[in-house]
């Protein structure tokens, strides 16, 4: 069974402040992909990085940056200086290519100016 | 990039009415296409895998003769939403994939507002 767990519900920051969205997941899979997605009101789904199991190397682009940690199923998220325009639902997801993909339940980022 | 594009994006209409929502791949052959829905402040949920040229499979708890799904091509989905009903209101969203571990490529959404 597959499952994704986004512990944090909702998070307020202040603008500037750095803040770290958490994501666990769950496969027995070897091969997956893990996924992050902005949400803003909206609605789209904007999507921010994608990463291949085999790939542990650390993403940074721009402000934003992704720890992946296979020892404990852990693809944390984390923005730098934080602004207004940050203030969206962010979705973990996993995808093993045999189906649809998991999300995660999602954190509510509200970011204060 | 890979673009799946989703009609309409807003349907507003009266209980009963039959709603059908478009998703297109529009530069890649899309072997599978996923139809999820999303109420407010909950994450997307899977309703069916649709395959193209063949019946949809749907998830536990979905009505397959409610929410009628048609693949008809590679490049086409169609999602319809037959005598919707206010609770049938919701944020339906699709996405596409190209084949084996081909990311899946999201449409926009059609949010659904039944009176």
């Not at chain 1, 496969?27 to 893990?34: E, I, N």
């Not at chain 2, 059908?20 to 996923?34: G, N, P, V, Y």
């Not at chain 2, 409610?66 to 989905?77: E, G, M, R």
Request: net charge neutral; with cysteine; glycine share 6%.
């Amino acid at each position: 069974a597959q499952k994704v767990t986004q512990a944090q519900t909702e998070i307020s920051v202040v603008e500037k402040e750095d803040v770290t969205l958490d994501c666990v997941y769950e496969t027995r899979d070897t091969t997956y992909y893990l996924f992050w997605y902005k949400q803003p009101p909206s609605g789209e789904l904007v999507f921010l990085i994608r990463r291949n199991s085999f790939d542990e190397q650390n993403e940074i682009s721009g402000r934003y940056s992704w720890n992946f940690q296979k020892s404990t199923s852990s693809f944390n998220f984390t923005i730098t200086a934080s602004q207004v325009v940050d203030s969206a639902v962010y979705f973990c997801a996993l995808d093993t290519g045999r189906r649809a993909l998991t999300f995660g339940s999602g954190t509510r980022l509200q970011v204060q100016p | 990039g890979a673009v799946v594009s989703q009609h309409p994006s807003r349907v507003i209409c009266k209980s009963g009415t039959s709603v059908k929502i478009e998703c297109r791949s529009l530069d890649f052959q899309a072997t599978t296409m996923f139809w999820y829905r999303q109420f407010p402040k909950q994450s997307l949920m899977l309703m069916a895998t649709s395959n193209e040229g063949s019946k949809a499979t749907y998830e536990q708890g979905v009505e397959k003769d409610k929410f009628l799904i048609n693949h008809a091509s590679l490049t086409l989905s169609t999602l319809t939403v037959t005598s919707a009903h206010p609770e049938d209101s919701s944020f339906y969203i699709c996405s596409a994939r190209q084949g084996g571990t081909q990311p899946q490529h999201f449409g926009d959404g059609t949010r659904l507002s039944i009176l």
